[in-house]
Nanobody, 121 residues
């Protein structure tokens, strides 16, 4: 059984910073691409940032220059450093990862339960 657990969400003022973490645990053989998504009330879930196993990253235009995604493969953990936060960044942030649970098995997408980020004065 695989679990992804996000942490680090909080209430922060505009212009502030937060660091989210996503830790994978359970029966894991390998982790491929990982990503952060977010969903605000009444809106569709959207990709915020993604990172490959080798460390290549991509970002939504709305967060480029403000957010940085990283990962520690030895700890099976992904991070999202969020700076210069805006009220429009408020959402539930979800972690996603493509994981194989055994050698020779295919990759399956797993999701965390989400962590709330609220940017407000």
């Amino acid at each position: 059984q695989v679990q992804l657990v996000e942490s680090g969400g909080d209430l922060v003022q505009p212009g502030g910073s937060l660091r989210l973490s996503c830790a994978a645990s359970g029966t894991i053989f390998s982790i491929d691409d990982m990503g952060w998504y977010r969903q605000a009330p009444g809106k569709e879930r959207e990709l915020v940032a993604g990172i490959t196993r080798g460390g290549r990253s991509n970002y939504a235009d709305s967060v480029k220059g403000r957010f940085t995604v990283s990962r520690d493969n030895t700890k099976k953990t992904m991070y999202l450093q969020m700076n210069s936060l805006k009220p429009s960044d408020s959402a539930v942030y979800y972690c996603n990862a493509d994981i194989a649970t055994a050698w020779g098995d295919g990759m399956y997408a797993y999701w965390g339960q989400g962590t709330q980020v609220t940017v407000s004065s």
